[in-house]
């Protein structure tokens, strides 16, 4: 029986489980509501998180598409870029995905074959962190960016309202 069969019929279980994994990696009350609250307007970061790791679970039984799998980590990355979470920290969702699998294949890991194909899926699992480090990166970049340009904007406005700003005269060639 290949792999593919046995994560259809656990998905449900993998999922839930991946997602309760995630939610630990915020406070507690934090987790509880994300967890508590289904409405995606009353709970936008739970929904997302829950739905891209749903599109990311299915990405990841085929061959990985840099892609399809870019906008399902983005959703994801960018809430996690601009929370308080240490470059490691904000992909680890990604490699707890791997113990999920484990735990869950746990009596099927006996089959060689089976052994096999959770490697490579482990390894696409690699992948998909390898995409979410470098999508990571862009969104602190931007972050970053915004926060100088904010700060450019406040100290023109303070030299503005100060009257320290002059225009420069024209120079002659």
């Keep these: 029986m290949k792999i593919e069969k046995y ?5 449900k279980a993998i999922l839930k489980k991946w997602f309760q994994l995630i939610l630990n990696t915020y406070s507690e ?11 995606p307007f009353d709970n936008p970061v739970g929904s997302t998180i829950g739905k891209g790791i749903e599109d990311l679970f299915e ?8 892609k399809t799998v870019s906008s399902s980590l983005d959703r994801i990355i960018r809430i996690r870029a601009i929370q308080d979470f240490s470059p490691s920290q904000a992909i680890n969702f990604i490699f ?3 113990d999920v699998l ?22 696409r699992i690699d992948e998909l ?5 470098d999508i990571y ?9 915004l926060k100088a340009n904010e700060i450019k904007n406040r100290y023109f406005r303070l030299l503005q309202r100060a009257n320290l700003l002059a225009e420069l005269p024209e120079q002659e060639p």
């Design 102 to 123: 484990r735990e869950e294949l746990k009596s099927e890991l006996q089959d060689a074959n089976i052994l096999k194909e959770v490697f490579e899926l482990e390894s």
């Design 96 to 98: 707890i995905l791997k």
């Design 137 to 145: 990166m862009k969104c602190r970049e931007k972050v970053y960016e």
């Design 29 to 39: 009350e934090a987790a509880q509501f994300m967890n508590r609250e289904k409405d």
């Design 7 to 11: 994560l259809s019929q656990k998905k």
């Design 129 to 133: 962190a390898l995409i979410a480090f």
């Design 59 to 66: 990405a990841l039984q085929r061959e990985i598409d840099p």
